[in-house]
């Protein structure tokens, strides 16, 4: 008896409640508004009505449109790229939130304005050749104060392990590694001294490459100067 009801029920729905197909996308930009949608939308309807026409009337109020949205788009990064800075310096912000708003920045910000990071003055940056060239110059600073700050937060059990790991990345950068029997082939090779009881990182070194690193007893010399952290 039920079932029949049901069945009448979602019949007479099929027949009498239109339906409409919507297209749900998942991880849209946060700073993607509905007014902002809605002026993409109407900008597309009119460059197809202007591709259709091909008539300078059309281009125009395509164009004028295609600025609008332009400037909506880069207005709404800003202001969502405020906030975040707004939060990140804000001390009262929970550990849960902190991460949360760190999650943000890294899927908004790096994305945004990667282009603009840097940790090191370029151009005091040592050329190819002097005797004082690193090519982890520009990363230095940032992985020196990552390994201070492993050592200051955790004080390693007695049983500890230095062990070879690979950083996927198949960017451009001159230290890039090919390993095939790793599972990420392509990536920065790194060795970090690490805790055995809870795998916690106590010490990152990155291998700068053949050209920079002398080859003879390497892995004697890496361990060594791991073990350095701990003395």
């Given at each position: 008896?039920?079932?029949?009801?049901?069945?009448?029920?979602?019949?007479?729905?099929?027949?009498?409640?239109?339906?409409?197909i919507?297209?749900?996308?998942?991880?849209?930009?946060?700073?993607?508004?509905?007014?902002?949608?809605k002026?993409?939308?109407?900008?597309?309807?009119?460059?197809?009505?202007?591709?259709?026409?091909?008539?300078s009337?059309d281009?125009?109020?395509?164009?004028?449109?295609?600025?609008?949205?332009?400037?909506?788009?880069?207005?709404?990064?800003?202001?969502?790229?405020?906030?975040l800075i707004?939060?990140?310096i804000?001390?009262?912000?929970?550990?849960?939130?902190?991460?949360?708003i760190?999650?943000?920045?890294?899927?908004?910000?790096?994305?945004?304005?990667?282009?603009?990071?840097?940790?090191?003055?370029?151009?005091?940056?040592?050329l190819?050749?002097?005797?004082n060239?690193?090519?982890?110059?520009k990363?230095?600073?940032?992985?020196?104060?990552?390994?201070?700050?492993?050592?200051?937060?955790?004080?390693?059990?007695?049983?500890?392990?230095?062990?070879?790991?690979?950083?996927?990345?198949?960017?451009?950068?001159?230290?890039?590694?090919y390993?095939?029997?790793?599972?990420?082939?392509?990536?920065?090779?790194?060795w970090?001294?690490?805790?055995?009881?809870?795998?916690?990182?106590?010490?990152?070194?990155?291998?700068?490459?053949?050209?920079?690193?002398?080859?003879?007893?390497?892995?004697?010399?890496?361990?060594?100067?791991?073990?350095?952290?701990?003395?």
């Amino acid at each position: 008896m039920t079932a029949n009801i049901t069945h009448i029920i979602l019949d007479a729905a099929d027949k009498c409640i239109p339906n409409k197909i919507i297209t749900v996308r998942k991880d849209q930009p946060p700073w993607l508004t509905n007014e902002i949608k809605k002026k993409i939308r109407k900008k597309n309807r009119i460059h197809k009505i202007a591709k259709r026409r091909n008539n300078s009337k059309d281009w125009n109020k395509f164009k004028k449109i295609r600025n609008e949205v332009t400037n909506l788009v880069r207005k709404s990064k800003e202001d969502f790229n405020n906030s975040l800075i707004k939060k990140v310096i804000n001390n009262n912000a929970s550990n849960k939130n902190w991460w949360k708003i760190s999650s943000l920045w890294d899927n908004f910000t790096l994305k945004s304005d990667k282009r603009y990071l840097h940790f090191s003055d370029s151009t005091q940056q040592p050329l190819p050749g002097d005797q004082n060239y690193d090519p982890l110059y520009k990363v230095k600073p940032l992985l020196t104060h990552f390994n201070t700050a492993f050592q200051q937060e955790y004080t390693t059990h007695r049983n500890i392990a230095v062990d070879e790991t690979m950083i996927p990345f198949k960017g451009r950068v001159q230290f890039k590694q090919y390993m095939p029997q790793k599972p990420h082939k392509w990536g920065v090779k790194a060795w970090v001294l690490a805790d055995s009881q809870h795998s916690y990182i106590q010490y990152v070194d990155i291998y700068p490459g053949r050209n920079a690193t002398p080859q003879t007893h390497l892995g004697s010399s890496v361990v060594k100067r791991c073990l350095q952290r701990q003395i």
